[in-house]
């Protein structure tokens, strides 16, 4: 078969360059889950999975500043320490092509404000190209994926912080996901401020430099998808 590279971000933090063979786009059965019954035992944020669970597909998610990023990167570096082969990605980006529209979407120096729609669409497209070039393939050979951010960034930003129309943003989601749902999503929960204190000194980024109200309502976002999916969505004291 065909090698086709990759890209990503390795426990390390460095790009890594892997090659996959480029065979059929698998569906998902609950039968090709793995198992991971010793990730929990260590760990804190493992408290919160019961016995039982079959996890293949993790996203952490929160505000920026939450700490998301760094937990994400413990918990990749836990299980590469088990011997279960876990990626790291995050999003925007994670494939080269990904990377490269997270450049054009985060940029502060465009010479015209974005249009929503436009930012809506950009964090789907790499996110559709992260999917099909890199989940899916490592799903398919049983790893582990880490996702800092997935779907649920963008029904709470795009969504909740822009206000765009809901039904669009999940349709749009499914399109560039092909359905693929998290098995779970650890949100971490920090007051605003404390986010904002965090961040100081870090160099905002175009979402970064929006308002207090903004992730206020993003925050609203994130919350009310926590009541919608309880079972998948767990939210973490921050
Ligand atoms: P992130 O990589 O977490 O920022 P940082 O590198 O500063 O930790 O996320 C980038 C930004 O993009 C963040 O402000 C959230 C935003 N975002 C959306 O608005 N919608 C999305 O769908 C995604 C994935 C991210």
């Excluded at 993790?58 to 570096?77: P, R």
């Excluded at 050979?141 to 809901?166: E, H, M």
């Excluded at 779970?184 to 109200?213: H, N």
Aim: glycine share 8%.
């Amino acid at each position: 078969p065909e090698l086709v590279p990759y890209y990503y971000e390795g426990s390390n933090g460095k790009r890594v360059m892997r090659t996959e063979a480029n065979g059929p786009r698998m569906i998902r059965s609950s039968g090709d889950r793995y198992l991971l019954p010793s990730i929990r035992s260590h760990f804190p944020l493992w408290n919160t999975i019961t016995e039982g669970d079959s996890i293949m597909l993790i996203t952490f998610e929160g505000i920026d500043g939450c700490g998301k990023s760094s937990q994400a990167k413990l918990t990749a570096d836990r299980l590469n320490d088990q011997g279960i082969e876990c990626l790291l990605v995050r999003e925007p980006g994670g494939s080269e092509l990904s990377e490269q529209i997270r450049s054009v979407v985060l940029n502060t120096h465009h010479e015209a404000p974005m249009s929503h729609a436009a930012e809506l669409l950009l964090f789907a497209a790499s996110r559709a190209q992260l999917v099909e070039e890199v989940i899916e393939p490592a799903l398919r050979r049983n790893a582990v994926v880490i996702c800092d951010r997935f779907t649920d960034s963008t029904i709470a930003y795009q969504g909740y912080g822009r206000g765009l129309p809901l039904a669009y943003i999940r349709t749009i989601n499914d399109l560039a996901t092909g359905g693929l749902v998290p098995d779970i999503t650890l949100l971490i929960d920090v007051p605003i401020e404390l986010a904002i204190r965090r961040r100081k000194g870090m160099g905002d980024d175009r979402m970064e430099s929006e308002s207090r109200l903004f992730f206020s309502h993003v925050m609203q976002g994130y919350m009310a998808l926590a009541q919608k999916h309880p079972d998948r969505i767990h939210v973490i004291d921050g």
